[in-house]
């Protein structure tokens, strides 16, 4: 499953909110969204301060489009990534990604 949280309209996310398995979530308030943000463990990410601060509370993984990260927060964890992409997901993080949800679907 996917849980989108933006700023757009319903209707600037038609595209993707017509994909299965995503959703649109908030919980009404800048901070109630970005600290649930910071419980997943893979954001994909705009450069913005508030997943920023997801990242950074929740030490998440993060993917991002080139150059939208504009501070790296997981510097000295091994076992996780940061990565900035226009382009496939290198293979390493595709099998770090597969552990990730393996771990999460066993809870």
Same mark, same amino acid.
């Given at each position: 499953?996917? +849980?989108?949280? *933006? ?10 909110? @017509?994909?299965?398995?995503?959703? &649109?979530? #908030?919980? %009404?308030?800048?901070? %109630?969204? =970005?600290?649930?943000? *910071? +419980? ?6 705009? $450069? *913005? *301060?508030?997943?920023?601060?997801? !990242?950074?509370? $929740?030490? @998440?993984?993060?993917?991002? /489009?080139?150059?939208? +990260?504009?501070? +790296?927060?997981? #510097?000295?964890?091994?076992? &996780?990534?940061?990565?900035? #992409?226009? $382009? ?5 993080? $595709?099998?770090? =990604?597969?552990?990730? /949800?393996? &771990?999460?679907? !066993? !809870?």
């Amino acid at each position: 499953p996917v +849980r989108v949280f *933006s700023d757009g309209t319903d209707e600037e996310l038609v595209p993707l909110l @017509a994909l299965s398995a995503v959703e &649109r979530m #908030t919980f %009404g308030t800048s901070i %109630g969204d =970005i600290l649930a943000l *910071s +419980r997943f463990p893979l954001l994909v990410a705009s $450069g *913005s *301060s508030f997943s920023m601060w997801a !990242r950074y509370l $929740g030490r @998440a993984n993060c993917i991002c /489009y080139l150059n939208q +990260r504009k501070q +790296r927060i997981l #510097t000295s964890e091994e076992d &996780r990534f940061e990565i900035e #992409t226009d $382009g496939p997901i290198p293979p390493e993080i $595709g099998e770090k =990604i597969h552990q990730l /949800y393996e &771990r999460v679907e !066993r !809870r």
